[in-house]
């Protein structure tokens, strides 16, 4: 079973950096694609960045270039790097586990970005 924790969210400014971090303290991390979701207040839910088991990340058109999604399967962990944050990031950020039909969250970490 998957089980996945998130942290790394706080208040930054605008500019600024965060790394959030997922770690997956039950499961079969390696065999999964792990993502980046988002939600802020007023709006559905979002995919941010998404990264697959060999590697390969895909990210919202809005993040490219300032996001960077990565993994580390050894240690079942997850991250976002983010960079150049903008007031327009601020979400709770939850962390994806998806193979197939399996689909697991995390509880969600907040990030929000104001001077």
């Known amino acids: 079973q998957v089980h996945l924790v998130e942290s790394g969210g706080g208040l930054v400014q605008p500019g600024g950096s965060l790394t959030l971090s997922c770690e997956d303290s039950?499961?079969?991390?390696?065999?999964?694609?792990m993502g980046w979701y988002r939600q802020a207040p007023g709006k559905q839910r979002e995919l941010v960045a998404a990264?697959?088991?060999?590697?390969?990340?895909d990210y919202l058109d809005s993040v490219k270039g300032r996001f960077t999604i990565s993994r580390d399967n050894a240690n079942n962990t997850v991250y976002l790097q983010m960079n150049t944050l903008k007031p327009e990031d601020t979400a709770v950020y939850y962390c994806?586990?998806?193979?197939?039909?399996?689909?697991?969250w995390g509880q969600g970490t907040q990030v929000t970005v104001s001077s």
């Open positions: 994806n586990a998806a193979r197939g039909a399996r689909i697991f």
């Open positions: 990264i697959s088991s060999g590697g390969s990340a």
């Open positions: 039950g499961g079969r991390f390696s065999n999964y694609v």
